[in-house]
C-alpha cells in the first residue's frame, strides 16, 4: 500500500547521493537520477493498476503480504523483453505465492543451512536473516526473549526467526478448555462474589465493556459481549441466531436492535463494533440510540484480528489473558474448529482462515479485541492471578 511505502522511500533517499537526483514529480512518487534512470513508487493493493512498459528491476517490500496476482499477473511480465531483476523482501507471511513461486525453488541460505535451487532456478537465490541473531543491535536480543514469551509461537517463529513454516492446521492452536473456558461458578469464587447476580457484580470490576456485532439473515449473526479487566478480557456473552432482523419498530423484542438494548442495560456495553459490510445496519442501531461502529479498515483486517484474539489466548507463564464464560457455546465451538487455508498445492497452510467455515462469533471476537488491545503497552506484564484481583473503583466508560 502507498502508507509502507514510506520506509523503501526513506530508504532510497538516505542510499542516494544528492547530486544524483534531477528532479521529482508527480507529487514526488516519481524520481528522475542524472543518467535518464526513473524510479517510480507504487502501492501494489490494486494489482491491475500495475500494469506498465517494461522494467529493468523492481523492488518489492513486504512482498509476501502482496496478492499473487501482483507478482504472477502483472509485475513479472513488465521484466520480460530487458531480462530485468527482481528484489523481494519482506517477513514471511506463511507458505503463500512467494514461498511457491521464489523461496522452495530458490537457493536458500539460512541459519539452518544452504539448500541448493531447483533445476531451471540457479539464478534465483533466498537469504533469511532471523532477528534473534542480530546482537550487532543493542537491546534487540533480549527484545527477541521477551517477545517469545508474549507472543503465540508461531508469531514469534515467523517474525523473530524468519519462518515459512509457522502456520499450519488449526488458527488458535494455543487453545485449551482447561485454561480459557470458565464457568459461572468459578467466577464467583475467584472474584469472592456471593449473593448478587454474576452480571452486576462483575460490572464493579470492568474498566469497559465493548460487543462485537456481526450480521446475518441466512448465516447466523452474533453480538459478541467482552469485557475488560485492565490488560485481562473476559467474554460474557453471545447472542447468536440465524434469520433475525437488524430493526422493525413494530417489535419490541426478536431483533439485533432490542437484543442489543438488552445486552447494553445488563452489562453496561460502551460501544457496539460492528462489520462494516452492511452500513445500514449500523445506522438502524445508531438510530435506535445505541453506541455503534461500523468496524473501521484496521478493525476489520482479518489477519490483525486473529493476531489479537491470538496474543490475548496465549498462555503467559500459563496464564491466558483472555477468557470465555462458558455460556458462550458457539464461541468456544467456533474457535475449536477454525482453520488455516491450504495454499494451491493443497500440501501446506496459509496465512489466512480456510473459506466456508463458522465464524459467525470469530468475527465479533476480532472486532472487539481489535479495539479493546489497540493501546497495548510494546511490553506485556504477566497478567494478575484472576483470583487475586482487586475491584475497581467502578466502570471506567
Known amino acids: ?44 493493493d490494486r494489482p491491475q493498476n500495475l500494469v506498465s512498459v517494461g522494467l529493468n528491476g523492481l523492488w518489492c517490500d513486504e512482498a509476501a503480504r502482496m496478492k499473487a496476482d501482483t507478482w504472477r499477473g502483472q509485475l513479472r511480465q513488465r521484466l520480460s523483453d530487458k531480462m530485468g531483476w527482481a528484489l523481494f523482501t519482506t517477513t514471511p507471511f506463511g507458505r503463500n505465492w512467494l514461498w ?8 536458500y541460505v539460512s541459519h539452518t543451512g544452504q539448500h541448493a535451487a531447483q533445476p531451471g532456478f540457479e ?4 537469504i533469511g536473516w532471523r532477528t534473534v541473531d542480530n546482537d550487532r543491535l543493542p537491546g534487540i536480543v533480549e527484545e527477541a526473549a521477551s517477545a517469545k514469551r508474549d507472543l503465540p509461537a508461531r508469531y514469534y517463529a515467523r517474525e523473530y526467526e524468519a519462518s515459512f513454516e509457522a502456520f499450519a492446521g488449526r488458527v488458535f492452536d494455543e487453545w485449551d478448555r482447561s485454561l480459557h473456558v470458565v464457568s459461572e461458578a468459578d467466577l464467583k469464587r475467584e472474584f469472592g462474589l456471593n449473593g448478587e447476580p454474576l452480571h452486576k457484580a462483575l460490572r464493579k470490576v ?19 459481549v467482552i469485557g475488560d ?39 453496561g456495553i460502551s460501544g457496539f463494533y460492528c462489520d462494516p459490510a452492511e452500513p445500514r445496519s449500523v445506522f438502524d442501531f445508531v ?17 490483525l484480528g486473529i493476531r489479537k484474539v491470538s496474543e490475548a489466548l496465549h498462555p503467559i507463564d500459563k496464564r491466558p489473558r483472555l477468557r470465555v464464560l462458558s455460556g458462550c457455546v458457539n464461541l468456544i465451538r467456533e474457535i475449536e474448529s477454525y482453520h488455516w ?45 484472576w483470583q487475586n484481583r482487586q475491584p475497581l473503583p467502578g466502570p471506567v466508560m
Open 100 to 107: 511457491e513461486d521464489i523461496v522452495s525453488r530458490s537457493t
Open 123 to 126: 539464478d534465483y537465490l533466498t
Open 341 to 385: 487455508g491450504q495454499n494451491r498445492t493443497g500440501e501446506s497452510f496459509a496465512d489466512v482462515p480456510a473459506e466456508g467455515q463458522s465464524e459467525h462469533a470469530i468475527d465479533p471476537a476480532r472486532y472487539a479485541m481489535v479495539e479493546l488491545m489497540e493501546f497495548e503497552p510494546a511490553t506485556i506484564a504477566p497478567p494478575t492471578p
Open 206 to 224: 470492568f474498566r469497559r465493556v465493548v460487543a462485537g456485532v456481526d450480521w446475518g439473515w441466512n448465516a447466523p449473526g452474533c453480538i459478541l
Open 287 to 303: 438510530r435506535a440510540g445505541l453506541p455503534a461502529f461500523g468496524a473501521g479498515k484496521v478493525n476489520n483486517d482479518v489477519v
Open 229 to 267: 479487566l485492565g490488560g485481562q478480557w473476559l467474554a460474557l456473552e453471545e447472542s447468536y441466531a440465524p434469520g433475525r432482523i437488524v430493526f422493525d419498530p413494530r417489535l419490541s423484542s426478536g431483533t439485533w436492535v432490542a437484543e442489543a438494548h438488552r445486552l447494553k442495560e445488563k452489562w
Open 1 to 44: 500500500t502507498f502508507t509502507l511505502l514510506a520506509e523503501p522511500i526513506r530508504s532510497l533517499f538516505e542510499a542516494i547521493p544528492p547530486a544524483w537526483i534531477e528532479r521529482f514529480y508527480n507529487d514526488a512518487l516519481s524520481l528522475w537520477l542524472k543518467g535518464d534512470i526513473l524510479i517510480e513508487f507504487k502501492g501494489a
